[in-house]
């Protein structure tokens, strides 16, 4: 009788657990910076800037379940640059509740990329303790200054230095077609990929795992080629 009587509260919960969990709404301040250059300070033009807030959860706690936002941008003549403010937004409607999926104190994480400068990626400094859940989120680099360096070697090895960084780019921007949503850092490292065919250097970019795997990225209802027609590639 005891475990008959348990029953209606175990489906209560059950039932009720995904909506507490997918409740949360989460907020982000506005970010302006600039990119300059490392030693001179000189500002950088036409840095492509990429910030994105990314959900993460799973067993361990490091894998990526979705993207809250991501934005683009590029720099300006003094190589500023700015983000709006957003929110309160809720998680996307495909994360699960079984997903734990968080964003953490972190985000955003940002992607700088412009030919010739080695490409960086930067977030908050946080702490392992102090990778928490935050509804509200602000940037460490926000009213700060971004320093690029200018890379110096053969364009091979210039390909090789951006190999992290493109993992880094292809991982973050899995979930759902998120790639789509940064035109602008797309189409920057297809001229990159086109300088390095030119000089018959055989190394790519986060161009061509797009171009290369059409079929993988369509499964979740998203052309490449439709999207490359599109934005003039």
Same mark, same amino acid.
């Given at each position: 009788?005891?475990?008959?009587?348990?029953?209606?509260?175990?489906?209560?919960?059950?039932?009720?657990?995904?909506?507490?969990?997918?409740?949360?709404?989460?907020?982000?301040?506005? #970010?302006?910076?600039?990119?300059?250059?490392?030693?001179?300070?000189?500002?950088?033009?036409? =840095?492509?800037?990429?910030?994105?807030?990314?959900?993460?959860?799973?067993?361990?706690?490091?894998? #990526?379940?979705?993207?809250?936002?991501?934005?683009?941008? #590029?720099?300006? @003549?003094?190589?500023?640059?700015?983000?709006?403010?957003?929110?309160?937004? *809720?998680?996307? *409607?495909?994360?699960?509740? =079984?997903?734990?999926?968080?964003?953490?104190?972190?985000?955003?994480?940002?992607?700088?990329?412009?030919?010739?400068?080695?490409? =960086?990626?930067?977030?908050?400094?946080?702490?392992?303790?102090?990778?928490?859940?935050?509804?509200?989120?602000?940037?460490?680099?926000?009213?700060?200054?971004?320093?690029?360096?200018?890379?110096?070697?053969?364009?091979?090895?210039?390909?090789?230095?951006?190999? *992290?960084?493109?993992?880094?780019?292809?991982?973050?921007?899995?979930? $759902?077609?998120?790639?789509? @949503?940064?035109?602008?850092?797309?189409?920057?490292?297809?001229? @990159?990929?086109?300088?390095?065919?030119?000089?018959?250097? $055989?190394?790519?970019?986060?161009?061509?795992?797009?171009?290369?795997?059409?079929?993988?990225?369509? $499964?979740?209802?998203? *052309? =490449?080629?439709?999207?490359? $027609?599109?934005?003039?590639?």
């Amino acid at each position: 009788m005891r475990n008959a009587s348990m029953r209606p509260c175990v489906w209560m919960l059950l039932t009720m657990m995904p909506l507490c969990v997918g409740a949360k709404k989460y907020s982000a301040e506005p #970010i302006t910076a600039r990119v300059v250059e490392a030693g001179t300070q000189e500002p950088i033009e036409g =840095v492509v800037v990429v910030a994105a807030w990314v959900l993460e959860g799973g067993l361990e706690g490091g894998n #990526i379940k979705g993207v809250m936002t991501v934005m683009e941008t #590029i720099t300006d @003549q003094s190589g500023a640059f700015h983000f709006a403010g957003w929110g309160l937004k *809720s998680k996307p *409607s495909y994360i699960r509740w =079984v997903d734990d999926a968080r964003l953490k104190s972190y985000a955003p994480e940002f992607f700088l990329f412009k030919s010739g400068y080695r490409a =960086v990626t930067l977030q908050n400094q946080s702490t392992e303790a102090e990778e928490h859940d935050p509804s509200a989120h602000t940037s460490d680099w926000n009213g700060k200054t971004m320093p690029l360096k200018r890379f110096t070697g053969t364009l091979h090895e210039y390909g090789l230095d951006l190999e *992290s960084f493109n993992y880094m780019l292809s991982y973050m921007v899995e979930p $759902r077609c998120t790639w789509t @949503q940064i035109p602008l850092m797309i189409k920057a490292l297809g001229r @990159q990929t086109r300088i390095f065919r030119a000089a018959n250097a $055989r190394v790519g970019t986060f161009y061509d795992e797009l171009v290369d795997n059409e079929e993988y990225r369509a $499964r979740d209802g998203c *052309s =490449v080629k439709a999207f490359l $027609r599109e934005h003039g590639e």
